[in-house]
C-alpha cells in the first residue's frame, strides 16, 4: 500500500543538487547531469515502478524524445499510476515541462522522501527493464538544455536493500555494489555508438542522392551540347530549364541573373547568362 508524505520547506531533508542526481542515477543505471533534465518525466515513471511493480509499463514510455507531445504523454502516463496508486500529490505538468531548475528542483525533492518512504529494499535491474536504452541519451548534438560537465556517478548493476538512515540523501550512493559497473559502461556505450552510426549511414545516403542529382545536370547539359554539335550556339533557356529542373527533396536556386550582357561566370563564380543565347565552343569544352 502507497505511503504518502507531504512535505514543507520545513520538513524536507535539504538535499543538494548532486545528491539528487546520485539518488536518481544510482537507482536507474542513468547518466543525468542537470535537475532540468528530469522535466521529461521518464525518470519518474520507472522510478515508480521500481518501488510498484507492474503499475507501468515501460514500453509506452519515450525515454529520449524532445518532443514535448512524448514529455506529456509520460506525466499522464505518471498521473494515471498515481492516482491508481491513491498517491495524493499533484503534479505541476505545466511548470515542470519549461526545464526550470526550481521547480524540478522542489518536485524532486519531495518525490526523494516519497521514494524513501516506500522503497523495500528489493533488487532492480534499471538498464535491463529498460531494454539497454541509456537516459538519457548522450550522443544527441541538439537538446532543450545545454548539458554541463556531468559528476562522478557510480553506476551498478543492481539495487540493494537500502536501511533506514537520518541521513537519506548520502543512503542512496551507498545502497548500490559496483562490481558489476563496467559491464554496465560497455552496454551503454554500445547503444550510444550504434544510434551514432546509424544516423551517420542516413547522412551518408543523402549526400549520394544529392550527388547524384547535381550530376545528372551536368550530363544533361553535355548531353544537349553534343546534340547541338555543329550550331554555334546552344539555346539559354534549354541550359536554364535543365538547371533549373526539381526533384523531390531538393530546392533549386531561383537564380538567373548576374549581367545579361554577356555570358560566363563572375568573380563570385555565380552564373551569367546572354539575353538570348549561352554561347559555347563545343570543340573547347567537350
Do not use: C, M
Given at each position: 500500500m502507497v505511503v504518502n508524505v507531504y512535505s514543507t520547506s520545513a520538513t524536507v531533508e535539504q538535499c543538494s543538487r548532486n545528491e539528487l542526481l546520485a539518488f536518481v542515477n544510482n537507482f536507474l543505471r542513468s547518466n543525468f547531469t542537470r535537475i532540468e533534465e528530469m522535466a521529461s518525466g521518464a525518470a519518474y515513471c520507472q522510478l515508480t515502478?521500481?518501488?510498484?511493480?507492474?503499475?507501468?509499463?515501460l514500453k509506452k514510455i519515450k525515454w529520449n524524445s524532445r518532443n514535448e507531445t512524448?514529455?506529456?504523454?509520460?506525466?499522464?502516463?505518471?498521473?494515471?499510476?498515481w492516482k491508481d496508486l491513491g498517491v495524493k500529490k499533484g503534479v505541476p505538468v505545466e511548470r515542470l515541462l519549461r526545464s526550470k531548475f526550481q521547480d524540478n528542483f522542489e518536485f524532486l525533492q519531495w518525490f526523494k522522501k516519497f521514494f524513501d518512504a516506500n522503497y523495500d529494499g528489493r533488487l532492480y535491474d534499471a538498464l535491463r527493464a529498460r531494454n539497454g536504452e541509456?537516459?538519457?541519451?548522450?550522443?544527441?548534438?541538439?537538446?532543450?538544455?545545454?548539458?554541463?560537465?556531468a559528476p562522478t556517478v557510480v553506476r551498478t548493476n543492481s539495487i540493494t536493500a537500502t536501511p533506514r538512515s537520518r541521513d537519506p540523501c548520502n543512503a542512496a550512493g551507498r545502497s548500490t555494489a559496483t562490481r558489476n559497473s563496467h559491464i554496465s559502461n560497455a552496454v551503454i556505450m554500445q547503444r550510444e555508438y550504434e544510434l551514432m552510426i546509424r544516423q551517420l549511414n542516413?547522412?551518408?545516403?543523402?549526400y549520394i542522392k544529392q550527388?547524384?542529382?547535381?550530376?545528372?545536370?551536368?550530363?544533361?547539359v553535355e548531353v544537349l551540347c553534343q546534340e547541338m554539335e555543329n550550331s554555334p550556339t546552344v539555346p539559354r533557356e534549354e541550359i536554364i530549364k535543365i538547371l533549373n529542373e526539381s526533384e523531390e527533396g531538393f530546392a533549386v536556386s531561383s537564380q538567373d541573373g548576374g549581367d545579361e550582357k554577356s555570358?560566363?561566370?563572375?568573380?563570385?563564380g555565380s552564373k551569367i547568362w546572354s539575353s538570348c543565347q549561352f554561347h559555347l565552343d563545343i570543340a573547347e569544352t567537350f
Open positions: 515502478e521500481l518501488l510498484f511493480p507492474g503499475k507501468i509499463s512524448d514529455w506529456i504523454a509520460n506525466w499522464h502516463t505518471l498521473q494515471t499510476a541509456p537516459l538519457p541519451a548522450s550522443w544527441t548534438i541538439s537538446s532543450r538544455s545545454v548539458r554541463s560537465k542516413e547522412d551518408l545516403i543523402e550527388r547524384d542529382f547535381y550530376y545528372d545536370k551536368l550530363r544533361k555570358g560566363g561566370i563572375d568573380k563570385n
